[in-house]
Nanobody, 125 residues
């Protein structure tokens, strides 16, 4: 059974950086996508970034140029490096995995079938 565990969240000032980790257990990241989503209080869960097993990356416009998704060589951990953080980045961040995702659905939360528990990121102004 595949499990995802996020870590690395915290409180940071505007302009600061954080690196989130998503540890994958039960399989290696050798197929499908691992994505990052976030949900702020009172808002719907939104797409942040995704990484295809082949290395292709895709970002939401709101984070493009500031966030970067990557993985380790063992393919058991996916990272989200977040730079130049803004108060509007405050949210619970989730990683999610899906093995049957196609490119047209890679930004849709419903396309991912395994989710982590989330990690809180708070950016103070």
């Amino acid at each position: 059974q595949v499990q995802l565990v996020e870590s690395g969240g915290g409180l940071v000032r505007t302009g600061g950086s954080l690196r989130l980790s998503c540890v994958i257990s039960g399989r290696t990241f050798s197929s499908g996508y691992v994505g990052w989503f976030r949900q702020a209080p009172g808002k719907e869960r939104e797409f942040v970034a995704t990484l295809k097993y082949s290395g292709h990356q895709y970002y939401a416009d709101s984070v493009k140029g500031r966030f970067a998704v990557s993985r380790d060589s063992a393919k058991t951990t996916v990272y989200l490096q977040m730079n130049d953080l803004k108060p509007e980045d405050t949210a619970v961040y989730y990683c999610a995995a899906g093995t049957t995702i196609i490119m047209s659905t890679m930004t849709k939360a419903s396309a991912y079938n395994t989710w982590g528990q989330g990690t809180q990121v708070t950016v103070s102004s």
